[in-house]
Each structure stands twice: as C-alpha cells, then as structure tokens.
C-alpha cells in the first residue's frame, strides 16, 4: 500500500490514462507531476475536478496531454495559464470545454454507478453546443422542460496530493470532499502525503469524518512538500514568487524549457 | 467636507456592496478580488450597523467560507436556491448579457483563449443576482455580440431559469440589466469618467436616461472598513491584490 | 440559532408537512419524537433514509403519520415494528415502498437542484411497479438499456439527533454523511444535540470535515441523550431492554397506548 | 477424531463462509447476524492463514466497517463494483430466485407485511455474488412464486445487471443458483437433516443430483475462530445474537 518509491506508486498511471486531479487549492500531486514529466508519460486525457492551474499547464507543456477536459485553467492571480493557451492556439490538444458542476456530476454519476447525471443550467450555452457527448432530454416529470444529461466520467486514475495517510492507506482529506469523489470515481487512486500517521484515521471519529478509506487506494507515496509550489489546504500556502517565476518563464517556449531544466528534470541527476 | 481620497477598486467594490443589497449569502468564485472585497465589506458593514450579517463563502478561501462537502458545494448550494449573489466576468460581454470565458474568433482555430467557462454555465442560470464585472471597459471587452456564449444572458421561458444578471460594473461606469427588456441601462458613471467615453468605449447598444448620475463616491466609513478589516480578510486568497490594492502583506487570519 | 426550548425548535414541524428522518443507527431524534407526540403532530409525510424502527413505529402508533416513504421499517434484532405492521394491515397509513438508495438519489436530486435522478436496479421489480411517480426511460447513451429516474424529493423539514452544535448552529455529524444531504435536501434543518461544543467547529480543521455548516440549520435545541433509546454513534449503544419493553407493549394498541403513558406523555406533568 | 459439536448457527456460518471464497469486499446488510458472522470468519480465516483478507462491512457496525461517505456508500460502493458479496433474505423466496421482503396477499390490503424491500431492489442487480440466506426453510417461505418481488433473481438480456444470487442457503440444505437454467440446484443437505425432508418443504421445484452430499461440517479451528475472534465483534452490532448463540455479552473493540 506505501509504495517504496514515488515512480512505483505512480506505475498506474500509463500512457494514454485518463488522469484525474482535483483543483489547484485542494491539493494538486505537483511532485508526482514532475515525476510523470520525468518519466516522459504521454497521450494523456487530463480531466480536472473542476479546474487547473500549474499541475495542467505543465503537463501539457512538457507533451503529456492529448485530450485535457477542464472547466478552467490559469495560474489565477498570476495570470493566464501559458501552455495550455499556447497549445490552444496552436491547436496541439484537443480540448474538452466543460463547466465546474457538470465535472462534479460526472464524477458523481461514475461514483453512484449510473451512466449519467443531470444539470440544469447550459442550454444555450455554446460550451454545450461543441459538447456531442452530452445530451438535451424532455424532463419527464415536466412539461416542455429541457434539461441536459451529463456521461459518466470513468478516469483510469486518480491522483492528488494530502497531509497525511496511515499505513493502511487510509488518507485523510479534511474538507476537501471532492478527493472523495474523485477516488470513488477512478478505477484506481495514487496518493502522495506529507507523512505518515502513526495510528488507525478510521479509528478515531474526529478523523475518520475526513478520511478516504484505504479500500479506494491503489498506492500512496510520502512526499513532504509534494503540492509544492501549490497550496496544502491547513498546511501551506502558494509559494506566489515560484509562480511568478513560472508566469514569466512558460511565456515563451524557450522559458518553459528553461523551467524544466531548473524546477522538473534536476532531480534526474539525484 | 471634502471628499476622501479612494482608488478605483475601493469605488468598484463600494458600488457592488450595494448591488449586493440585504441577502443571506453571497458567494464569490475564482479570479475575484473585487468581489470578493465588495462581499466581505457587506458583511463587515452589516455587522458594525447591528443589521443581520449575509454568510460569505470566497472560493478558496478556509477562514471566509463555511462549505464542508468539498468542491461541488458552492454549485449544490445554488441548486438549493442558497446562493443569493454571486460574480461573473467575461473575456467578451454583450448586449444580451451573455459572456464569453473561452475564445475570441472560430472555437477550434481561436486567435485568442481565455481560461474557460468556470461554472458560469449553470451559475448564471440559478443565481437570482449576478453581478457582471470587468474592469477593462473597451469595445474589445464589451462587444456586439460574443464570439462564444459561456452562459447567455437571458433564456427562453421554457428553460429552466431562477437566475441571471442584475448589473455589470466596469472601470467606467455602472449598468443595470433590466430583465424585461433583456439590455443593459447605464445607471451612472464613476467619478472622472464621462458619458460619452462610455458610448465611445462601449460596443454594444444601452439604454439611458437623459442625466445619467455620477457613481456616489465610498463613504470615509467605507474607505476605514475596506482598509482596516477587509484588506487583511481578502489578503487570505488574493495576497497579490491586496498588495497592490491595500498595501496589506501578512494575511492575518480572522477569527 | 439555539432555541430556548425543544417545542420551539420543533415549529417549523406543523401539520402535513413532509418530515426527513436518517435511519435508526445515525442518530434519530427520540426526544423530538417523543415532543412532537405530546403536541399531537398530523398527517406527517414522513420519509426515512432510508430505514427507520422505532421513530417511525412511534410516529404510526400515535396517528402523526398520513405518508409513510421508506425503504423498510423494523426493530430490528427485537422483532417487526408492530405499529408500522398494524397501520400496513389496517390501511391507515398511505405506503410507499421504496429501496435504500433509491431514497439516497432522491434527496441527493434535491441536494444539486435537478429534477430526478438515475438509479440502476428496480427493474422487474414490483417496487417500481408501485411507483407511478418514477419513470422508466430508455438511456439515451445506450442502446435498449432500461433506466430508471427517480423524482427529486423535496422534504419540508429534516430532524435528527447529534453529539455537538456550536453557537453559530455548526452540527458535528461526523461520518454519518447522509446527514449533510438531509439538510441540504430539507428546507429546514431542526437538530437536537448532547451538548453545546464551545468553539468554531468550522475552525478546526478535524472538526470541520464532518461538520454541517449552520447555514442549512433553522435551529439546534439541546437535549441530552436525546436519541435514546436509540444508539447515537461515538457517544451510546441501543437501549436493548427498553426495545424489548417497546415491542412487548407495542404488540396491541392497549399496550401501546401505555408505553404513551409510560415513556411519551410522563414529560407532560414535568 | 470425532466430530465436534456445533450449533445450527455455526454450520450456516461455515457454509456462507466457504461460498464467499476468496473477494476483496464482503458486505453485509441489516438484520444479516450469520452472514455478518460468515464474513467475519472468512476475514479470520484468511489472516490466520496469511491470506490476503477480504474487506468486511457490516451495516450499523463502527469498528467493522470502512466507511466513510455515510449510509449510501454501500450503494455507491455496489454501483461502482466494489461490492463482491452481498446477503439477502425474504419473507418469501422463489424457485426463480424473486425475493419478497414486503407483503403477503395483495399489496393494497396484505394478509402479511414484511418490513421492505431494504436495498434489495437495486443491490441484487449488481453484486456479483448475492447470497440468499433464509432460515425457516417451509413451504411458508420457499413459495411456488413470491407475492411481490422486491428484487427478481434474474433479468431480461437488455437490462442492466451484474449481480445476481448464486446460493441460498436454509437451515435445512445449501441450494446453489443456476445462472444458466435460472433454477435452484440442491447442493447438500445439513447434518441431521434428510432429503426427503427438504423436498416436503419447499415449496418451488429445484434440480438436484441423484446423490446429494451431506454438508460437511464446520472444523475444530473454524469453531475456535467463531467462538473466541468472531463472536465478540458480532455482538457489537447483533447483542442479542451473539448473547443467545455464542453466550457473549459484552461487545468487545476491535482493534
């Protein structure tokens, strides 16, 4: 359940996975993210729940992505995200335009084990429009009542990083209920944490309230600051002049090369 | 008594207080800084009048939110009808009230790309006030007619419909969307700013009384709330904003 | 937000109204129960999720209940629910039989403001066969694949029983989960609690994640032990002497109407 | 060696054990207190043989359950296909597998009325190994064709279904489910009971072959393990079970 080593737990996750990761506050695997770059993972359907900032802007500028399916991605407070607009631009992956409760829904669908979820809301919306894979029905228990039904979402894996899981691979996720979700959704869940707790999460009822049961856990490997330069929720905060730097650098494709070398590709030599 | 020194945000965030009027909860999504400002001063000047204080939930934020059921609960909530207010921008906005998060030109060929439709999709459909701002107020943001509709300003009546827009502020002036009509109305125009550089920066058509006010300036009441107890509160997600803005740099957690 | 006294909290609860209790093991509100009875509360629409045993038998016995929507009532180890069987027998109460998850789909609609939800299961089943309110469709993402849509359900009041509130009426609820889609499902929330946690259960970070916020609570009114003779979780097991007394006395009306006596009206004089 | 003495209890225990075999996740419903005590003994036996150890959730159990989502995650967990093994009763079985935990007679005006149908209707469709247990084997109970069904045992080809049962098990015999010919098949008949006792009374036809085996009884360590490991964690959720069956009355922790 602990793997010996970032790469072994990650082994699930291969080319051409569907990938699943949670937004950029509730802790993105930014460690394991370097570590895939490393690794060269390729083809990848990049699905956020229900957004990105660096973990899928580096993705998909180090090749990784093939399909990204997001409601949003920036690098917020430090402006647009530089590879995923470049890439769009340019026209190298093909997207998937969403919005932030149909991800939710069709996560939630694949977690309750139908084949769909409806939501109110997008018609008329052109982000339906270039949707074919969702569906406009007649409400039945209406009249004249359109409403849109949602696929389910069966990502391969999921992957996100928290504070800290016990031997059992019992995670603790606190608020961040979507980590929940996002586990019951995939066929298999890797994990990094800060550390380990010495002790059993389901045990105690304080904690217990706020743990992804081990059962979900394909593999969780210790990694202390593993959300690094992104945020921990109750642990750290962005590290903003990190981000920065990466704003600027991923501006050009000279920079983001740079970027690798300097924050991704360095622990090769270690 | 002369009038106190402010700058724009402060204006902007003044005048979304009160569009925010008196309501149970506000909440504020991504890339809101000014929002979510305007939001935390209705509470902070709700609460110094002894008026019922609105709950506040600043996405991203763990002091100014109280949601516990994870990501999907600020979308559940306004399913519910629990969200009164909430905040929408636009890469474009038109006439029509409808926004654009996606892209400027052809969807699949794009000569530009902005982050995405967030949960502008459903939001703007279920929310009884949304608030549209943009700060950069040009013929490039405020358009004929957006090139992608993230979320239509107005839909047709057999759609399912509880929410939509009530205003949007710019860094020029304030427009009210008057639903009957499905148009934006100027209300007024900021201080320093004129109403034909609001016509001439303006690509859709509006409506206007013959004497257009100017926006009332915040009060020195105000000014001491945003600067002393909101500034710090707002520093907990936009750190680089509230520096900026405020000169605030330590987030200081509220209790 | 704490209400000063039970009968107070219990307002929003008037006659006719659609009443949402959780099952009998995640904390039932006996001491609410018991107070509704005294004040001779009517035609109750009252729906369990998606169980109940003794909350509901009592409400049957005591006429509070016009509609019934459940999945299954019954004491359990200490036998049939006598009232539940009796009123079923008789015809006194209108029935809705349904099954446990289809009553977590329901409420969960209502939870995301869609009109229905997808359940798997139920078709052949003479419990859909029942229910002309659900709808069988065929998927529209399948080819000749039978579904079924469940209505949203849309409680008046949700009422239940838990460990601690805070003063801004934030409820621990711990693992029990279905009892943050309760509350979000319900127009109103009314909760009965041991104790008054000093503090900002939202604060804590352990606490917080099984806390339902005191936004969707209309009010918390302090009653020690007030699931007895139900367990309530963490804190006390079963009243197994005092369920056998219950369904020994329960076996007929006259005995009922002395377990009234006895342990529902006695309050009364207090 | 001779055989040790056991209780009807156990034997049924010690069958249920063997058919759930080797799974990850063995759950068990309400009101189930042998198959909660089988699935203990199958999680018991497989650490004492330092096998992998199946999952076990017993439903109203804290120390025996991992779940943290609320009272749907066992549905959930089903949907998702996390559930291999389930247990079902019924008020009345059928030789179809039809099970009816609701009503005797018309369901309008029913001469009988069971509890409900529970989360039989959804969970028998998709647990792949849904097994049947029923203890009053009679004509009462083993009907010719059930009053109502909570959940049928099979399914047309164009509905959805992965689950099913594979075995009922009475306190008279061990039946197995055939999914080929949707029929019951005699697999073996309990000590001290006899064949010609379980055709009087059942009341549906069944397959069988011309030498039904004696179901094998339940070994010295199996017995040690229900007596001593399993029986005190059963008596947590069953008391009064675990009291009558096993003489233990104090729910001890498990760690």
């Not at chain 1, 082994?11 to 895939?36: C, H, K, N, Q």
């Not at chain 2, 999504?29 to 929002?35: D, K, L, V, Y």
């Not at chain 2, 990501?71 to 909430?86: K, S």
Request: a negative charge; charged letters at 20%; hydrophobic letters at 45%.
């Amino acid at each position: 359940m602990i793997a010996r080593t970032l790469d072994e737990a990650l082994a699930p996750i291969g080319d051409g996975a569907m990938l699943a990761v949670p937004r950029e506050s509730s802790g993105a695997a930014m460690a394991a993210t370097r570590a895939l770059i490393r690794r060269g993972v390729k083809r990848l359907h990049l699905v956020t729940l229900p957004t990105s900032s660096l973990q899928a802007d580096l993705l998909i500028g180090a090749g990784c992505v093939a399909t990204l399916e997001t409601s949003a991605v920036s690098l917020g407070e430090f402006g647009p995200a530089p590879r995923f607009t470049a890439a769009l631009l340019a026209g190298t992956i093909r997207m998937r335009d969403a919005t932030c409760p149909a991800l939710h829904a069709q996560l939630q669908a694949t977690e309750k084990g139908v084949p769909f979820m409806p939501l109110r809301g997008l018609i008329g919306s052109d982000v339906l429009a270039h949707r074919p894979d969702w569906r406009v029905i007649d409400n039945p228990f209406g009249d004249d009542d359109p409403i849109v039904l949602l696929p389910a979402l069966k990502p391969d894996v999921a992957l996100f990083h928290a504070a800290v899981a016990d031997r059992a691979g019992n995670v603790f996720i606190g608020i961040q209920r979507e980590l929940i979700t996002l586990a019951h959704a995939a066929q298999k869940t890797v994990v990094t944490v800060e550390e380990i707790y010495d002790g059993d999460l389901l045990r105690d009822p304080l904690r217990a309230a706020g743990t992804l049961p081990g059962f979900y856990v394909e593999a969780v490997a210790v990694e202390p600051r593993g959300a690094w330069p992104l945020p921990l929720p109750d642990r750290y905060g962005i590290d903003a002049a990190h981000l920065k730097e990466y704003a600027q650098l991923a501006a050009t494709p000279e920079g983001f090369a740079q970027y690798l070398d300097r924050h991704v590709y360095e622990k090769r030599a270690a | 008594m002369s009038e106190p020194d402010f700058r724009d945000e402060e204006l902007l965030a003044d005048v979304i207080c009160r569009l925010i009027g008196e309501v149970r909860h506000v909440a504020v999504g991504a890339q809101s800084p000014i929002p979510a400002t305007a939001a935390l001063l209705a509470r902070e000047r709700a609460s110094l009048h002894n008026l019922r204080k609105p709950y506040v939930s600043l996405l991203g934020s763990r002091a100014h939110s109280f949601f516990t059921d994870g990501a999907r609960e600020l979308f559940d909530c306004a399913g519910q009808g629990r969200v009164d207010v909430f905040f929408l921008s636009g890469g474009q906005i038109d006439g029509d009230g409808n926004i654009n998060l996606v892209s400027v030109g052809d969807y699949d060929h794009p000569k530009a790309r902005f982050p995405g439709s967030f949960g502008s999709a459903y939001l703007y459909y279920v929310v009884p006030k949304v608030i549209l701002f943009r700060l950069e107020h040009s013929r490039r943001t405020l358009v004929p007619k957006v090139d992608f509709i993230s979320a239509p300003g107005g839909s047709p009546d057999n759609v399912y419909r509880s929410g939509g827009p009530i205003a949007l502020v710019t860094n020029r002036c304030l427009f009210d969307f008057d639903h009957a009509k499905k148009r934006f109305r100027l209300a007024s125009v900021h201080p320093g700013h004129t109403l034909a550089e609001v016509i001439d920066n303006t690509g859709f058509d509006f409506d206007r009384s013959a004497d257009v006010p100017t926006t009332s300036a915040p009060s020195a009441e105000t000014l001491r709330l945003l600067r002393s107890t909101v500034a710090p509160m707002v520093a907990e997600v936009y750190p680089e904003f509230a520096k900026r803005v405020f000169g605030v740099t330590v987030p200081i957690p509220s209790s």
